[in-house]
């Protein structure tokens, strides 16, 4: 069985389109420029113009994943095109990319969500759709260590729970992020989208931790197709969306993902503010690379 990781890279990115705060205007043009043209992946933030996606794929490789998937938005005309260089010049360390696209629907102007395009990535290779895969976002950049652990797991359906603590992020934004609620085994009872600080004081009592999904998940892909298709729209958002179908895998069937405990930041590339963060972040860890 191979070793695949799913990169969900198909989102309007609109939070990185939006104009800066004020006092943040250190950013390079070029990589402005950027921001507010291409995929997040795509941005120019390593060394020697390496984008965020060349250290996706290097943190892939050294995690013993063998074969990549990019679910990429349809008028995205620069993600498949450098990749695609990428492993003619033998430049991605052996990996095998292939590649999928999130169409939109005719009666929407945007894509369906992310657990639409989970399911529009695996239905467009049929090989996928039996075996583990490994799905995390694009504009996170996953350590070895998670992309091992999860694949590691004796859980054949399983996601990381990162401590809320070790996230190196403002404490306003971090108050934001999804909390994960389990049984006394561990296994997944809820995903807690935007919690009040009273769910993430009651959680808090009950585990003695307050866990986070970053949204990375491992799954048997035959397993999870059915949830994936019958993912209702949000309400609200009107998308469907993976923590959902990712919280219905257990409901009326048994255990639901077990959350992996795991304590380390994960850099983020959601804003413009985030590219200097990750600069610096990627400079400290990578160096020369």
């Known amino acids: 069985m191979k070793k695949r990781l799913l990169i969900l890279a198909g989102g309007m990115a609109s ?92 009666d929407r102007e945007k894509p369906a969500g992310t657990s639409d395009a989970v399911y529009q990535a695996l239905m467009q290779h049929a090989d996928w759709q039996k075996g583990r895969v490994i799905v995390c976002n694009s504009d996170n950049l996953y350590s070895v260590n998670a992309l091992k652990t999860l694949w590691n797991s004796d859980e054949t359906q399983a996601l990381i729970s990162y401590h809320r603590d070790s996230l190196l992020y403002p404490a306003e934004r971090i108050s934001a992020f999804a909390l994960i609620r389990t049984d006394a085994e561990g296994y997944l009872l809820e995903i807690i989208e935007k919690p009040t600080k009273e769910q993430a004081d009651e959680l808090m009592a009950q585990l003695g931790r307050l866990g986070v999904s970053m949204n990375i998940f491992v799954f048997e892909a035959s397993a999870f197709l059915p949830y994936l298709e019958k993912t209702p729209f949000h309400p609200v958002r009107n998308e469907k969306e993976l923590p959902t179908s990712v919280a219905m895998y257990g409901e009326g069937t048994g255990k ?29 860890t990578y160096g020369e690379f």
Not at 52 to 58: A, G, H, N, P
Not at 256 to 266: D, M
Not at 269 to 274: A, P
């Open 256 to 284: 639901g993902f077990f959350a992996i405990p795991l304590a380390e930041n994960v850099p983020d590339l959601t804003s413009k503010e985030d590219i200097l963060v990750m600069q610096k972040y990627l400079e400290e």
């Open 15 to 106: 939070r990185m389109k939006k104009a800066m705060a004020e006092g943040t205007s250190d950013l390079d043009p070029n990589l402005l420029a950027q921001a507010n043209s291409v995929t997040k992946g795509m941005i120019q933030v390593g060394k020697n113009g390496k984008t965020l996606i060349d250290y996706q794929l290097y943190n892939a490789h050294l995690a013993g994943i063998e074969e990549v998937m990019l679910l990429l938005h349809p008028t995205d005309s620069v993600s498949q095109e450098y990749c695609e260089s990428l492993m003619a010049k033998d430049a991605c360390w052996g990996l095998e990319i292939v590649f999928a696209r999130q169409q939109i629907y005719p």
